[in-house]
């Protein structure tokens, strides 16, 4: 019989909570290692990924372009157009056509991917380059940058007052069928070599064009000039790609037979561009050429 006046022994408390708090924390700090495990094998991951060295093929080929103290410019493409975009657009004619209406500001698909492309490149130095539209473009930006043309003398027409091409100049046919359109122009022919090459006329869906890369001296002696251009925008964007990607930067500076950065001297090549809807699926170099100066 109890007594009413003692009080009841209380039961001494149960060890079963403290093994699921235990568990509960073992279980987050479980988590928390893993998770912590996990972030800095991310880390050291994207670290090696970032300290990967370059191929060699990119440092000899862009060495001018990424070792200067000022950024590389690179001069895209937008032709002079007349009309409404509504309405339908042309290539602006000096001789019938007043200025006052002149559209500046179009380029064409190959030039977007160009730049895109060069923007990679330059990334792997941890290089940005600056970006100009031809039209903005003047000849005191010349006189003291590096600077890399994208897109031919027909549409970049800042190429015209520069000392340009001597052996694959681009060249509107002022005769014959294809008068009107824009060839490359093989100045001094080798055994077997053509001396006009054209791409797939215009009434024509695009299968094949033709390109040209040039390594040139700047105005400034200390300066370079890189021209990537194409008959149209598939074979500028060809062009780029060209000097963009490894194995063919390699088959380049092979024919050239440059093995490093201060072999590199002034060159021209041409390239045969394959096209298929609308995308450049093959390139050829066709020709190459040593400059003098």
């Known amino acids: 019989m109890l007594d009413a006046g003692v009080p009841p022994k209380q039961a001494p408390p149960s060890s079963r909570g403290w093994a699921i708090a235990v568990l509960v924390l073992s279980v987050l700090l479980a988590s928390l290692l893993v998770a912590t495990a996990m972030l800095l094998s991310q880390r050291v991951k994207s670290q090696s990924n970032a300290a990967q060295p370059i191929a060699p093929v990119y440092q000899i080929f862009w060495n001018r372009f990424v070792t200067s103290p000022q950024q590389p410019w690179v001069i895209f493409s937008n032709g002079n157009f007349v009309g409404r975009p509504e309405t339908g657009m042309r290539y602006f004619n000096p001789s019938t056509d007043t200025r006052s209406f002149i559209l500046d500001h179009y380029t064409g698909v190959g030039e977007v991917l160009a730049i895109h492309q060069l923007d990679y490149v330059f990334a792997l130095f941890n290089r940005p380059i600056r970006v100009k539209r031809g039209a903005l473009f003047s000849l005191d930006d010349a006189k003291n940058n590096d600077l890399i043309f994208v897109g031919s003398p027909s549409e970049n027409l800042t190429l015209l007052d520069l000392p340009g091409t001597q052996e694959f100049v681009f060249q509107r046919m002022d005769s014959g069928p294809r008068k009107g359109d824009l060839a490359v122009l093989n100045v001094h022919p080798q055994t077997g070599e053509p001396r006009i090459f054209l791409a797939t006329p215009a009434n024509q869906p695009t299968v094949e064009d033709y390109a040209v890369v040039s390594l040139l001296p700047g105005l400034d002696p200390s300066h370079s000039i890189l021209i990537l251009a ?64």
């Open 230 to 293: 194409g008959n149209s925008t598939f074979g500028t964007q060809a062009a780029v790609e060209y000097v963009s990607r490894e194995d063919s930067l390699k088959e380049l500076l092979q024919r050239l037979r440059v093995s490093k950065p201060g072999d590199l001297k002034p060159f021209e090549a041409l390239l045969r561009v394959k096209i298929a809807h609308g995308v450049p699926v093959v390139t050829e170099l066709l020709a190459l050429r040593n400059r003098q100066n």
